[in-house]
C-alpha cells in the first residue's frame, strides 16, 4: 500500500509545473533541515550549517535548470504556434487548388487510356497528340499542374514546417513522387519485367522511327522539368500562383519563350501512345496512383501503411481497370512493378527517413 502511494505521489509531483515543482522541493528541504536543527547535537550545528549552504546551493542550480527549460519550451511553443500560422496562411490557398488540379491530373490519364482503346493515339496523323492542338495543350497542363503546385510548396515552407502537419508533409511526398516520376524514365524501364530503353545511342533519330518504344526518349532531365513548372506559375503582386488554363492558352499561342520553355514536354507527348511509349507509360501510370491517394487525404490524414493499403485496394478495383487498363497485356506485365515503385516511395513519407525528427 505504501509503495502505491509513494508511486501515485511521484506521478502527481512530475506533471506539476516547474515553479510548483521547486517551491516542493525547496519547502522540503527547509523542513528537513529544521528537523536536523531540532533533533542533533548542538555540536553539529556548524556542519549543518554547511550542508544547508550545499543544499542550498543544489536548489538553485534546479531552479535555473528548470528556468532553463521553461524557457527552451516557450520559445518552441512560440515558434510552432508562428511556423503554423505562417504554413497555414500561404499553404492552405495551395491545397485548395491541389485537390482539383489531382483531380484533372488523374482524369487525364485515364482519358488517355481510353483514348489509345477507342484508337485516338499514336503516330499517325488521326491521333489526337500527333499534332500541336487542344488536346496535347491540355494533356501537358493538367498532367503538370499539380507540380507547379509542388513547387509553390517547396517555396512555402521548410522541412520543419511542414513536419509541423502531417496531413500537408503526406501531400508534399505525395506530389514529390509524381515530380520524380517524369525524370525516373529508366527506372521504369528497368522494373520488371524489363523494357529494353535506349535513347542516348548517337543515331537515336534513325532508329526511333522503326522502335520508338526502344530509342525514344520517354521522361525530362530536371532542368526541362524544373524550366517547365516554372513556366506555369504566374507573378502575382507580393503572391506566386499556378496559373489557369486560359492563360496557359495564351502564353502557348503567343509567346515563344513559353513555348520553348514547354518543348522538351510537348515532344515527350507528340504522337504518344501506351504500346509504343511504354516507358512513358508507366510513368503516367505512377502519375494516375499518386493523384489517386492524394485525393484521399482530404477527409483525413492517411499513414504510410494506410495508403499503402488503399493502393492495394484501389489496384483491384473494377475503377481502376476501367480507368487505367489500356487493353492489352502490357498494362497486365508491367501495374504490378508500377504499384511496387509507388509503394516503396510512400514508406519514405515517414519522418524519420529524411531525418526531420
Request: net charge negative; proline share 4%; charged share 25%.
Amino acid at each position: 500500500m505504501l509503495s502505491l502511494n509513494m508511486d501515485s505521489m511521484i506521478k502527481w509531483f512530475l506533471v506539476l509545473p516547474p515553479a510548483a515543482q521547486v517551491t516542493i522541493i525547496s519547502a522540503v528541504v527547509s523542513a528537513l533541515i529544521a528537523i536536523l536543527v531540532a533533533f542533533v547535537n548542538p555540536f553539529a550545528s556548524a556542519r549543518l550549517e554547511k550542508l544547508k549552504a550545499e543544499l542550498t546551493a543544489d536548489v538553485e542550480h534546479i531552479k535555473a535548470d528548470l528556468a532553463k527549460e521553461a524557457a527552451i519550451d516557450d520559445a518552441r511553443r512560440s515558434y510552432e504556434f508562428e511556423a503554423k500560422k505562417r504554413l497555414y496562411s500561404e499553404v492552405e490557398p495551395l491545397i485548395f487548388q491541389l485537390f482539383e488540379a489531382a483531380e484533372g491530373s488523374y482524369y487525364r490519364v485515364g482519358s488517355l487510356v481510353r483514348t489509345h482503346r477507342q484508337g485516338h493515339l499514336g503516330p499517325e496523323g488521326g491521333s489526337w497528340l500527333a499534332r500541336d492542338g487542344y488536346y496535347l495543350r491540355s494533356t501537358i497542363y493538367r498532367l503538370f499542374l499539380p507540380i507547379a503546385i509542388f513547387r509553390l510548396l517547396q517555396r512555402s515552407a521548410t522541412f520543419v514546417d511542414i513536419e509541423l502537419d502531417e496531413n500537408i508533409r503526406t501531400r508534399y511526398f505525395l506530389l514529390k513522387i509524381s515530380y520524380y516520376a517524369l525524370t525516373d524514365d529508366f527506372v521504369f524501364a528497368a522494373l520488371e519485367p524489363n523494357l529494353t530503353y535506349s535513347p542516348n545511342v548517337p543515331d537515336w533519330k534513325e532508329k526511333v522511327q522503326q522502335n520508338p518504344g526502344m530509342y525514344c526518349r520517354q521522361g525530362l532531365v530536371i532542368g526541362h522539368l524544373d524550366r517547365l513548372i516554372d513556366a506555369l506559375i504566374v507573378d502575382e503582386r507580393d503572391a506566386q500562383r499556378p496559373m489557369n488554363y486560359g492563360e496557359f492558352e495564351a502564353l502557348y499561342r503567343e509567346n515563344e519563350g513559353f513555348q520553348k520553355d514547354l518543348a522538351e514536354a510537348a515532344n515527350l507527348f507528340h504522337g504518344f501512345d501506351f504500346e509504343g511509349r511504354p516507358v512513358l507509360a508507366r510513368a503516367l501510370l505512377a502519375i494516375a496512383y499518386a493523384m489517386r491517394l492524394l485525393l484521399l487525404t482530404y477527409s483525413r490524414t492517411p499513414s504510410p501503411d494506410e495508403l499503402v493499403a488503399a493502393l492495394e485496394a484501389f489496384c483491384h478495383s473494377n475503377e481502376a481497370k476501367s480507368d487505367l487498363d489500356w487493353g492489352s497485356s502490357s498494362y497486365g506485365l508491367g501495374y504490378r512493378s508500377v504499384v511496387n515503385y509507388v509503394e516503396e516511395r510512400i514508406s519514405w513519407i515517414a519522418s524519420e527517413d529524411y531525418d526531420i525528427k
